[in-house]
């Protein structure tokens, strides 16, 4: 396998000369550029990097990334498991053990040993441009990740954090159902408590509460939620309080984890946890949702991407399997080589 250096990317902000990599969430309120990665599960990693420096993603390299064939990919849950799960998360419902639960299914094929995932990223950035879009390459301590993320997770300044779920997917703002809309003040509901056991009391407020935004291929309901963060609270309170992310949990969080649990056939890993930064110097950072993910599974020599819908009472089996697989179509097509950035089409 070539030699990768460690490396992280988000947008234009570029770290590289590794110098140290922890567990220890204490460490991104200590000094320096941290590059996240947390798998749903709870494994934390947090590398130190020496040198940051602005720089546009650059352009794909043809050859640079060789990605599985179409036609490789399986799935963790198939059509008939997933429909299943959906019916028995129904069944959960109905019997009062919670209001919403987000199935997930994990999508893997083989890949090659010399696949750099800061290829995949450059592929992405072209072909599904997203607002938290990154790389999270370190080799050495199993974790190389392509995000293309369109979901806020936690961002903070000094003591003002900020979270923006994102609940309600469809092709166009007309898919969009009273279903999704409830599902969103749900899940709002969710993230606002679990900010605010770390917030100055009455200090969190929904600025904006299911607001349309237009991503490549769909549209998504996002809500923002925001609050101060009480003295001596940090980024272990804040992730303590907030992890894992309430969107691709469910409601209430503790039930739906243990029906996740149950359901599920395939750990998550970055999918669904937080990837992202932290300035500690200047008490900033940024952390997304781990969807629209990729992450190398060397041991297995596999690359995976997880895709899931949020299940409610007014859930239809068949219309959630479909969210799922327009959530997964196109980027699962620009990794397979597949997708026509210019046209817009699958091929």
């Known amino acids: ?9 988000f947008g234009d902000r570029v770290a590289t000369g590794l110098l140290d990599v922890t567990g220890d969430p204490a460490a991104l309120d200590s000094t320096g550029f941290w ?11 947090c590398a130190r990097f020496r040198d940051v420096r602005r720089e546009p993603v650059p352009a794909p390299v043809p050859g640079a990334w060789r990605g599985p064939a179409p036609g490789d990919w399986t799935s963790s849950l198939d059509h008939a498991a997933y429909l299943t799960g959906v019916r028995r998360v129904r069944e959960h419902i109905a019997a009062g053990d919670v ?5 997930c299914r994990v999508l893997s094929a083989p890949v090659g040993p010399g696949a750099d995932v800061d290829a995949l990223t450059a592929l992405l ?14 080799p050495a301590h199993g974790v190389e990740v392509a995000t293309a993320s369109p979901e806020l997770f936690l961002r903070r300044a000094g003591r003002a954090v900020e979270s923006g779920p994102i609940k309600g997917t469809g092709h166009t703002e007309a898919d969009l159902l009273p279903k999704d809309h409830a599902e969103n003040v749900m899940i709002v509901d969710l993230v606002r408590n679990d900010i605010g056991r770390v917030c100055v009391p009455g200090s969190v407020t929904v600025p904006d509460l299911c607001a349309v935004e237009k991503h490549p291929g769909l549209v ?3 809500s923002t939620v925001r609050g101060e963060l009480r003295p001596g609270a940090g980024w272990p309170e804040l992730l303590a309080a907030a992890f894992p992310p309430g969107s691709v949990t469910g409601a209430p969080k503790s039930s739906a984890l243990r029906i996740i649990t149950a359901l599920e056939t395939a750990p998550r890993g970055p999918y669904c946890g937080a990837v992202g930064w932290v300035d500690a110097d200047r008490g900033t950072g940024e952390l997304a949702v781990g969807i629209r993910t990729f992450w190398t599974d060397r041991a297995a020599g596999r ?9 409610t009472w007014g859930s239809d089996p068949e219309r959630e399997w479909r969210e799922t697989e327009l959530k997964a179509s196109r980027l699962l097509a620009i990794a397979s080589g597949t997708y026509e950035a210019e046209e817009g089409t699958l091929t």
């Open 303 to 311: 690359l995976r991407f997880g895709t899931g819908a949020g299940i």
């Open 220 to 222: 998504h309901l996002v």
């Open 35 to 45: 590059a996240v990665c947390a798998d749903f599960e709870g494994g934390l990693t």
């Open 99 to 103: 209001y919403q639960a987000n199935l």
């Open 1 to 9: 396998m070539p030699h990768l250096p460690p490396l992280a990317r």
């Open 125 to 138: 950035a072209r072909g599904n441009p997203a607002p938290y879009a990154g790389t999270v390459r370190l």
